[in-house]
């Protein structure tokens, strides 16, 4: 299953851009693919010579700003991925979407995957731009009554609450994992079963995972920029995510997953469910009403 790049892989990306292209002019922005591009207005052609004058996160998304409140919004989706390259570098095949081609080097964007779910976005205006927001809270900058808030707005299982895009900003399939096992909750807990301690549990887990491994990618691609195979969820290092049937680093039980459509979840029985497996009859139907059958419906 090809992970989705998350809050700190989507920070990563945004701090090695501004080391390279910060400042400097796009020269051109070839397309290679129709369907990558989603808007019709502006013209692609308004961004050519124009310098980078921010880079910021948006969710998952990556957001150019060049300007006079004209902004380039990608969204790599799951198998999208960026490569930095020489100046005049060709595509890399079919896998390349687009060519940012900048003086002193060119930024490939590829997608390793036939379904083509990574895209670009040309937007006029702020109000454009928030538009395109799905509204969640940003983890790393909410306090602890903002967080709760959010969590308990809607009874979902925690999974979900923290994969939703609309609940909380860049969080996913991976990074949930990590947090759940961290504050030693289940993922099919439901929001509104949280006392007061569990809930500052787990914002404390939200905070410090995010931020140790955002800081960990920054300290590892400190001189160079990450390749297509660096931007992954399956990191040797993660205590559960990616980890079925190995030891929990914690207590040594297997880790366990759940398989829902195209969605995965591991988890540690022992750790986070009071040794219990989370498999019962009411187990489907409970995916069934608060999991999304589609990375899609995920993201929207």
């Not at 090809?2 to 400097?24: F, I, N, S």
């Not at 129709?34 to 996160?57: D, M, N, S």
């Not at 198998?79 to 100046?87: E, M, S, T």
């Given at each position: ?23 400097e002019p796009?020269?051109?922005?070839q397309l ?20 980078l004058r ?16 004209l902004?380039l ?14 100046a ?43 538009e ?11 306090t ?10 809607e ?13 909380f900003?860049?969080?996913g ?7 759940l096992w ?16 569990e ?10 995972s ?40 914690r ?6 997953r ?5 969605n995965?979840?591991?988890?540690c ?14 187990l ?8 999304p ?8």
């Amino acid at each position: 299953m090809t992970p989705m790049p998350e809050l700190p892989d989507v920070e990563l990306y945004v701090a090695k851009l501004r080391e390279r292209v910060l400042g400097e002019p796009l020269d051109r922005l070839q397309l290679l693919t129709p369907f990558v591009l989603r808007t019709v207005e502006p013209k692609v052609a308004v961004l050519h010579g124009r310098p980078l004058r921010e880079i910021e996160r948006l969710g998952k998304r990556i957001v150019l700003d060049f300007g006079d409140d004209l902004f380039l919004v990608v969204h790599l989706m799951v198998a999208g991925r960026f490569q930095w390259k020489a100046a005049g570098a060709k595509p890399l095949g079919r896998i390349t979407l687009a060519l940012f081609e900048f003086p002193h080097g060119t930024l490939l964007m590829t997608e390793a995957s036939k379904k083509r779910r990574a895209s670009l976005h040309v937007v006029q205006g702020r109000n454009a731009l928030e538009e395109m927001n799905p509204g969640g809270i940003e983890p790393l900058e909410c306090t602890p009554q903002e967080f709760a808030e959010a969590l308990k707005r809607e009874n979902r299982t925690l999974k979900r609450a923290l994969t939703n895009p609309r609940t909380f900003s860049g969080i996913g399939n991976a990074y949930s994992d990590e947090i759940l096992w961290a504050a030693h909750l289940s993922p099919l807990r439901l929001t509104s079963s949280l006392d007061e301690k569990e809930t500052a549990r787990l914002y404390g887990a939200t905070v410090e995972s995010l931020t140790m491994w955002s800081k960990k990618l920054l300290e590892q691609f400190a001189t160079k920029f990450p390749g297509a195979g660096d931007v992954t969820a399956f990191r040797p290092d993660f205590a559960v995510h990616g980890k079925f049937g190995q030891p929990c680093p914690r207590c040594g039980h297997k880790v366990q997953r759940i398989v829902y459509a195209e969605n995965e979840t591991n988890y540690c029985a022992e750790c986070q469910n009071e040794g219990r497996l989370l498999a019962d009859r009411a187990l489907s139907r409970l995916l069934k009403e608060d999991w999304p059958r589609t990375l899609e419906e995920m993201e929207g």
